[in-house]
């Protein structure tokens, strides 16, 4: 198995990053009852900890979304494998991600979503990888902006392990 190069964010450090962003969400959401849709699984670890840092009430749904093809950057192609519960028209929605990086999976979601009408669709990520974007996508909520890594750890899988890492880490070459 690969070994972890070193630690980008520690547990603590991810923890008051999302103290924050739970403080301005509810801020913003204050008058509102946002319908927060975690993509599976990768951002579950930061959904759960982003509602126990939400003083407006909400609803958690979760949607999954296979990407494939030989190569993501070469093709793009995405599905839903398993769908929100709710209807969303009307409602405010929050799309929780745990990286955006080509940005590809993410337009697809929002061009799936907002053809569902919602009364407001908006994107939070924990992690926020700039580097390899190939479609603009816009982000209103991110915990951290990184450089052009492949990270695990807090959510975050290689071939499905080291998600339940406390931190998130970079893994050896
Ligand atoms: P995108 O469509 O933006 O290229 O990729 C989004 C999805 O690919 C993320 O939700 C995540 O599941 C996966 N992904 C992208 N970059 C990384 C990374 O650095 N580490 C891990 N573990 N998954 C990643």
């Given at each position: 198995?690969?070994?972890?190069?070193?630690?980008?964010?520690?547990?603590?450090?991810?923890?008051?990053?999302?103290?924050?962003?739970?403080?301005?969400?509810?801020?913003?959401?204050?008058?509102?009852?946002?319908?927060?849709?975690?993509?599976?699984?990768?951002?579950?670890?930061?959904?759960?900890?982003?509602?126990?840092?939400?003083?407006?009430?909400?609803?958690?749904?979760?949607?999954?979304?296979?990407s494939y093809g030989p190569s993501k950057e070469t093709y793009g192609i995405v599905r839903i494998t398993k769908d929100l519960d709710i209807n969303i028209y009307n409602k405010d929605v929050i799309i929780i991600e745990d990286i955006v990086d080509t940005g590809l999976s993410l337009a697809y979601l929002l061009r799936v979503l907002k053809a569902r009408?919602?009364?407001?669709?908006?994107?939070?990520?924990?992690?926020?990888?700039?580097?390899?974007?190939?479609i603009d996508v816009p982000i209103d909520y991110k915990g951290f902006e990184i450089p052009n890594y492949y990270v695990v750890g807090y959510g975050l899988d290689y071939n499905e392990n080291y998600r339940n890492l406390m931190y998130i880490a970079v893994l050896e070459k």
């Open positions: 198995m690969e070994k972890i190069e070193k630690i980008l964010f520690t547990y603590e450090e991810i923890q008051e990053r999302i103290k924050e962003l739970g403080k301005i969400i509810s801020e913003d959401y204050k008058e509102k009852n946002p319908i927060l849709a975690c993509i599976l699984k990768g951002a579950v670890y930061f959904a759960v900890d982003l509602t126990r840092n939400l003083s407006v009430p909400f609803i958690l749904d979760f949607i999954s979304i296979l009408e919602p009364s407001s669709l908006k994107v939070c990520t924990l992690l926020d990888c700039p580097g390899r974007r190939i």
